[in-house]
């Protein structure tokens, strides 16, 4: 088994909703075990499209699935909220993104692994480190908290509160 780190987004409709109801449906995909999941941060979007605020959250799993059938489950929760792809960028009711994958270094044409840019990101690296402090990014080879505290001190990602009432699966 591997741990899988999975960020969540929601800044269109009922934020809040659409992450627990993530959760809840990654939770009971037969192959991950929910084992901890991060507050929720509210954050600007990166886009410079005219939208909402993010929530933003992690989740860590125990996890025994291939990194492309993680993918097709993330795309069709993201698909089963509304989630369309009219732009990069765009307001999105949901969007999920496989992080990491234990060690695994991947790039196909539908799935880099680690992610590409969660290194430089706050509204990941901040509830990554907060469930996942010692999980190693596998090409940097710095830990979560490292890179954590490699982001300025401002890096306008605000703690929102818990988000999940659900508990980790034993």
Same mark, same amino acid.
């Given at each position: 088994?591997?741990?899988?780190?999975?960020?969540?987004?929601?800044?269109? !409709?009922?934020?809040?909703?659409?992450?627990?109801?993530?959760?809840?449906?990654?939770?009971? %995909?037969?192959?991950?075990?929910?084992?901890?999941?991060?507050?929720?941060?509210?954050?600007?979007?990166?886009?410079?499209?005219?939208?909402?605020?993010?929530?933003?959250?992690?989740?860590?799993?125990?996890?025994?699935?291939?990194?492309?059938? %993680? &993918?097709?489950?993330?795309?069709?929760?993201?698909?089963?909220?509304?989630?369309?792809?009219?732009? %990069?960028?765009?307001?999105?009711?949901?969007?999920?993104?496989?992080?990491?994958? !234990?060690?695994? @270094?991947?790039?196909?044409?539908? &799935?880099?692994?680690?992610?590409?840019?969660?290194? #430089?990101?706050?509204?990941?690296?901040?509830?990554?480190?907060?469930?996942?402090?010692?999980?190693?990014?596998?090409?940097?080879?710095?830990?979560?908290?490292?890179?954590?505290? #490699?982001?300025?001190?401002? @890096?306008?990602?605000?703690?929102? !509160? #818990?988000?999940?009432?659900?508990?980790?699966?034993?």
């Amino acid at each position: 088994m591997e741990q899988l780190l999975i960020g969540f987004g929601s800044n269109l !409709g009922d934020r809040t909703v659409a992450l627990r109801a993530a959760l809840h449906s990654l939770s009971c %995909v037969p192959g991950l075990r929910l084992l901890a999941q991060s507050a929720l941060y509210e954050t600007e979007p990166i886009a410079d499209l005219p939208q909402g605020l993010f929530l933003n959250a992690c989740a860590l799993f125990e996890c025994n699935l291939p990194p492309q059938i %993680v &993918l097709a489950h993330l795309q069709g929760l993201e698909a089963r909220h509304g989630r369309t792809r009219s732009q %990069v960028g765009a307001p999105r009711t949901l969007d999920l993104d496989l992080l990491l994958q !234990g060690e695994r @270094c991947m790039a196909t044409a539908s &799935l880099v692994v680690p992610h590409p840019r969660m290194r #430089e990101r706050g509204f990941v690296l901040i509830p990554a480190a907060e469930i996942a402090p010692k999980m190693v990014h596998p090409q940097s080879g710095k830990t979560m908290l490292q890179l954590r505290h #490699e982001l300025p001190a401002d @890096c306008g990602v605000r703690r929102f !509160g #818990e988000w999940v009432e659900a508990e980790a699966s034993g």
